[in-house]
């Protein structure tokens, strides 16, 4: 398999039904015998953004970035001091974008997604009007916002036990607002768009499909 061609568009592909099946297939070989998350969000963020902007669904809106935010005791290194749990930028396709976003309700689409209980997707068709929004790129007029769910069994034993409140105080801080049920929320899938009502109830439905997929065949247990 060359692994440019999974971000490419067959000329059959019409519906956007048949556009996230292809995508799906060129996901899952892609994430085949992979676990590392740095390099399967990488991928799926390449694929997403690329294959997006030939599809002719978006070909004239232009989705300007597709990328994942990931909860910061995830990433390796020292844990940076914080008051709340906070979302880093992990890999994504299109222009620099904001490093680090707050895990908390109310501070705008990406942490709506990561914070919001039972976990669901956010689609905004006019991300101006959408309260506490933040504006990485002025160019983003529509947005889609996809949680990453995992069991808490997936993640490693410190974390659960941050989860239950024991531990050193800046990691139960990190892992704050994740709720008490068996769903934890690490991360979000987020897609940008420069025209209004870039995404529907459809988009929600199969990139929520997607992201699970892609949820599961990672290792989280850092």
Not at 115 to 128: E, I, K, N, S
């Amino acid at each position: 398999m060359v692994h440019a061609d999974a971000a490419a568009i067959p000329s059959d592909i019409q519906t956007k039904s048949q556009f996230y099946e292809y995508v799906g297939m060129q996901v899952s070989g892609l994430l085949d015998g992979q676990r590392s998350w740095v390099t399967n969000l990488a991928n799926v963020s390449a694929v997403l953004y690329h294959s997006m902007n030939r599809f002719h669904a978006w070909k004239d809106l232009h989705v300007n970035w597709a990328g994942f935010y990931v909860l910061s005791p995830l990433f390796p290194g020292t844990l940076a001091p914080t008051k709340q749990p906070t979302l880093l930028l992990g890999p994504f396709c299109g222009l620099p974008a904001c490093q680090a976003i707050p895990s908390v309700p109310g501070r705008g689409v990406c942490a709506d997604g990561s914070a919001q209980l039972p976990p669901r997707a956010v689609c905004v068709p006019h991300t101006d009007a959408y309260p506490g929004h933040i504006a990485c790129d002025s160019l983003s007029q529509s947005e889609i916002v996809v949680p990453i769910v995992v069991p808490r069994a997936s993640l490693s034993d410190t974390a659960q036990a941050a989860l239950r409140g024991d531990g050193p105080e800046e990691l139960v801080r990190a892992w704050s607002g994740r709720g008490d049920g068996n769903d934890v929320i690490i991360g979000v899938l987020d897609i940008d768009c420069e025209a209004q009502n870039g995404f529907d109830h459809e988009d929600v439905a199969a990139l929520e499909a997607l992201v699970r997929t892609v949820s599961q065949a990672c290792d989280w247990s850092v």
